[in-house]
């Protein structure tokens, strides 16, 4: 991959990383607030689905974080872009659709058609 292509993947994958790592803070400052009471037992449960629900998708960033952070390492390395199945360059418009992608199209096809496969 050239330079300028890491360097633009770079930019993009810091500035995803900086938008997640804001949207952590606000989660935790948004769970120390103390708790309300709630006479009506409905808008309690109501309350606590809106918080299970959040605390789900602030999981899924937080695995998304963590594949930013090694996309990161695999620029830094020069390992970025090169599918780690098949050890060939993957698209740029697959890297532009998903930039934490570690592999191809192909491999990735194989890949989901075998855990379809298996009932995964």
């Known amino acids: ?49 809106d918080r299970n629900f959040l605390l789900r998708i602030r999981d899924r960033e937080g ?16 390992s970025f872009g090169i599918c780690e199945k098949c050890d060939e360059e993957i698209a740029f418009n697959r890297m532009k659709a998903r930039p934490v992608t570690t592999h191809c199209i192909t491999c990735k096809t194989e890949e989901e058609a075998f855990e379809k496969a298996l009932g995964l």
């Open 63 to 78: 695995k998304l974080i963590e594949k930013i952070k090694k996309a990161l390492k695999r620029i830094e390395n020069g």
């Open 1 to 49: 991959m050239e330079k300028k292509d890491s360097e633009y993947f770079k930019e993009i994958l810091n500035k995803q990383l900086a938008e997640l790592l804001s949207h952590a803070g606000d989660t935790v400052s948004g769970m120390t607030v103390p708790k309300e009471n709630f006479p009506d037992p409905t808008d309690r449960a109501s309350l606590e689905a």
